[in-house]
């Protein structure tokens, strides 16, 4: 057939009207193309809310990886050191006298020009002084170099987060503190660089002084006990629910109560290792060990969904092909099946750690908010972990703890995008598609 050729003038056909069929497939498409609107504005909103988020983490802690330290030397009088009573001296005057003549001012005698210089540096500098006394004797009578942080408040003045607009009776810092800090960096004296002492210290008083060395060795010993119950244990258990187990209504029991700990909130647990582990058998309060068989009760549920999920994930031909060549159950299971479903297990293990290490609500209710001013020497000693820290210096009422927060929150973001990254590796290296 042809079609009908057109007279000029002629009115064009009429369209005929949509079918019921044509009227539902648009309505379909239009639905469909909301859908799609809907998922991407999700996506963008999602993304926009991260961005913020850790847009402002970064913002906020990234100056605590610059710090600002100065050398001063330090005349050592033999008349005011008495070699027999190192302990009894007051070192940090000592140095506030010795930057004040580098500054050439004069103490008055209610002390106040002293007072007003220690408060722009370290303690630090004290104690190095007196450990290079211990060390060497011989220096007494000599001029020793010492070499230090500034004060948290003259730190946040270099970084520009004190101002000096900012009118005198609302900052710390009165103007002669900040005209001897601008003197002090004039000259040469005061030296910005990398923050090495915010990873290699532990928890301080000063803010200065503060790291997360003793956070992130607590974190790691706590994360090791939770490995050695969760995995094993984890495991064995799914195992033994997927393959071995009768399907009766014992076993529908155990798995329903299985998903329902996975949704129990963790301060829970916290309250279950507080009655269990430490009332009742008296594991050391606020201990690596007590935090990691807390951390593994919470993280066992994550560990047997996950390692049960991948063992259904097995085709039921490797199993049959196993027994069909005289393998036994036990066999089948573990020399075929649980290989065959190790990366999804390794998954789940590492992500349940993962989720671990960022807990802190259990942890608080077994005595790891102390303050804890050193690395933990055995699995009992007691010790803080990296969100405990977290928690302990945003309450603290130092201004320049707030940014240490950040920046142990960008150092706790770092493990655990890690340990993901970690997980999604090994998934896709060792998975085999079926």
Known sequence: ?????????????????????????????????????????????????????????????YSTFETHTLTVPVYINPERVDVTALEGVNYDYIVAEALMKKLGVQDDDLGTTSAKIMDLTSRDFGFQLLNKLKADKSLIGKTVDVTGSVKADADLYYK????????????????????????????GTVKAGFNTKFFSNSDSTEPEQAGVWGAVVGSAMMLVITALIAIPVGVMAAVYLEEFAPKNRWTDIIEVNINNLAAV??????????????????VPRGSPLVGGL??????????????????????????????GVGA???QTVFHHVLPLAMPGVMTGAILSLAHAL?????????????????APESFTSSATVLPVQVFIWENAS?????????????????????????????????????
């Open 328 to 330: 036994s159950k036990a």
């Open 160 to 187: 520009g987060e004190i101002k000096r607009s900012t009118a005198e009776v609302d900052r710390k810092l009165d103007n002669q503190q900040l005209d001897w800090l601008d003197k002090l960096r004039t000259d």
């Open 398 to 434: 130092e201004r320049a703890f707030h940014e240490r927060t950040a920046a142990a929150i960008i150092v706790l973001l770092v493990f655990m995008i890690v340990m993901n990254a970690a997980a999604v590796i090994l998934r896709r290296r060792f998975e085999r598609r079926w």
């Open 265 to 282: 909130p963790s301060i829970v647990y916290g309250l279950l290792g507080l009655a269990l582990f430490i009332n009742w058998l008296h």
């Open 294 to 323: 807390v951390l593994a009760l919470m993280a066992l549920p994550t560990v047997i969904i996950a390692t049960r999920s991948s063992l259904k994930a097995v085709p039921p031909s490797i199993r049959e092909a196993a027994l």
């Open 1 to 61: 057939m042809t079609d009908a050729v057109l007279s000029p003038g002629a009115p064009a056909p009429k369209t005929a009207p949509l079918t019921a069929r044509e009227a539902l497939l648009k309505k379909r498409h239009r639905s469909e193309m909301w859908f799609r609107v809907q998922g991407i504005a999700a996506i963008v909103i999602a993304m926009i809310f991260l961005v913020v988020l850790v847009g402002r983490i970064v913002v906020q802690g």
């Open 358 to 374: 960022g807990e802190t609500a259990p942890l608080l209710m077994i005595g790891m908010v102390a303050f804890v001013p050193g």
